[in-house]
C-alpha cells in the first residue's frame, strides 16, 4: 500500500479538481492533464498515458502524457496497434495485456518495472485507455484500482462531453453549409419574431445583409409593397399556432406578395413559414423559406399577355378575309373586276399578314427554345437591302422616306434574309409610329471596325423608362400610338435577337414629342 495518510483527502481534491475543470468546459487535452498528473501521483508513479479510440480508424492513439518526450509516441502507437491487433472477440487476454504494456515501458524507458492499466468506459463504450508506469515493482492493491479507476471515470466522462460537442460542432456546420448553399432563402425568427439568422440566399434575393438585419423585428426587413395574402402576424393573431391539438398536425404558413428592398427594387417573393416547438410545445423559433417569384410572375403575365395578343391578331386578319371572301362569293350580285381585284388584293394582303405573324411567332420560339438564331452567312450589301426596303414599303406609307448612305458603304458578312427582316421591321415601326407626312431616313455610317445602319422617324417618341422594354417580348408601349397600330410585339424582339446572332448591338435614340432613331451596329468582320 502505497498511499500516504492523508491520500484520500489528496485523491479528493484531485477529483474535485477535474471534476471542475469539466464543468468549466475546459478542452479535452487541458482535462487529460489533469487527469494524467493526478493518476500518477496518486499511484506514485513516474510516467503516464491516455491513449484514446479514434472515432474513424477505431484505434488507439496516445492523446495525453506525462514524463514521456515526444519523441516516444510514435512508437507507443505502434504498441497501441499491436496490442488492437491481437484483440479478439473477448477482449485480450492479460498475458497479451501484460506482453505490451511491457513493451510499451520498455519503449520508454527499460528502468520502468510495472505498469497499471485501467479502461475508460462510457455507457458500456470503450473509450480509451489511461496508464500509468513505475519504476519499482510492487503489489497493485486494490485500493490503487480504486483510485486509478476514479480518474479513469472522470476522463471518460470528459472525452465522452468532447466526443458529442465534436458531434454537435459538425451537425451545426453541416446544417450551417444546407442553409448557406441552398439557393433558396431562409431566416429563422425569434418567438418574438425578431430575425436571429438569415443565409446567403436571402441576402442575395432581398439586399439586407446579415449583420444589418439580425435582432430587427420582422415588420422592420419584410416590408410589402403589395400584400396578396395573410401576412404572419394576422395568422398569429388568428390562431395559425393554437387552433391545433398536436404540434406535428401544424400546417405551414404560406405567404406571397411584392417585397420592397433597401434599394428600392421590388420583387415577388413567396415565404413558407413552419414554426419550431420544443419538447413541452413551446415556439423556440418560426423557420421561413423565401422564393423569388418575380421571373414565375413574369412569365405568367406574359403567357396572358401571349394569348390576348394572338387572339386578337389571328382574328383581326381572319375576320377580315372571311368579310371579304363571303362578299364576293354572294350568289345574289355581280361584282365588276375592278372591285374583285380591290377585294381580292385585301385578302392577299391579310394572308401576307397572318403568313409573317405565324413566322414571328416561330422564329420567336425557336429563340426561346435554343437562345440563339441560327445564321446563313452570305455577303451582304446593307444600302442595297435598304433601299429594297424602302422601295416595298413606300407605297403602303404616307411618309417621306429618304435614303442616306455614304459612298462605298462596305459589304459584311450576315443573314441576308435575316437582316432584310431588320430592316423592314425598322422600317415599318417608323411607318406605324409616326404620322402620316413626316420624314423617315434610313441611313448608314461606317468605321474600320462597324457598320451602322439607322432608321430615323419624327414621331411621337418613346419615353425614356420604355426604351429598354421594347426589346422586350410581346412589349407594347401603352399609348394611343400603340393602340391604333396592330402588332404583337415580337418585331424588336426578334430583331435583337438577329442583331446579337451577328455580334452586332441594337440601340435606340428618342425624344418624346421629337421622334426616334433605331441603330443596329454590325462588325466588319
Ligand atoms: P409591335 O410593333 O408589333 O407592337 P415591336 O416589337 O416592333 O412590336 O415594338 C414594340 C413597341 O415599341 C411597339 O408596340 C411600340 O409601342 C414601340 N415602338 C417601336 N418602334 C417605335 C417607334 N419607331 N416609335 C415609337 N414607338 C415605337
Redesign the pocket.
Known sequence: MLMRPDSKTQERDFLLEITRAITAQLDLSEVLRRVLHASVVMLAGRVGLVALRDEHDDMFYVRAYSGITSDHVPALNEKLFELMDGKSNDGFSREFLNKKLREMADTIDTKLEQSVAMPLVFAQNPLGLLIVFRSYQTTITADDLTTLQSFADQAAIAVHNAQMYGHINEERQRLAAILDNSGDGVFILDPDLTFQQVNRAFERMTGWLTEDVIGLPKEAVIIWDKLDSKDLESALKDGWLTHYQKPDRIDTLYVEGDLQRPDGVTISIGITYAPLLTADGRLASIIANVRDITNFRKAQEMQSVFISTIHHELRTPIAIIKGYASTLSRDDVEWDSQVIRDNMIIIEEEADRLTTLVEDLLTASKIQAEREVKLNLEYVQLELLSARSVGRLEGQSHHNIVLSFPDNFPIIQGDEARLRQVID??L???I???PNGKKITVGGRFNDKNVTVF?R?E????PAD?ID????R??????T??RK???????????KAIIDAHHGEIS?K?HVGH??T?YFTIPRD
Open positions: 421591321n425598322l415599318t415601326n417608323a406605324k409610329y409616326s432608321v422617324d414621331g411621337d417618341g418613346i420604355k422594354k421594347v426589346f422586350d410581346f412589349y407594347r408601349i401603352d399609348d400610338m400603340t397600330t396592330q402588332g404583337t410585339g415580337l418585331g424588336l424582339y426578334l430583331v435606340v428618342s421622334g426616334s433605331f
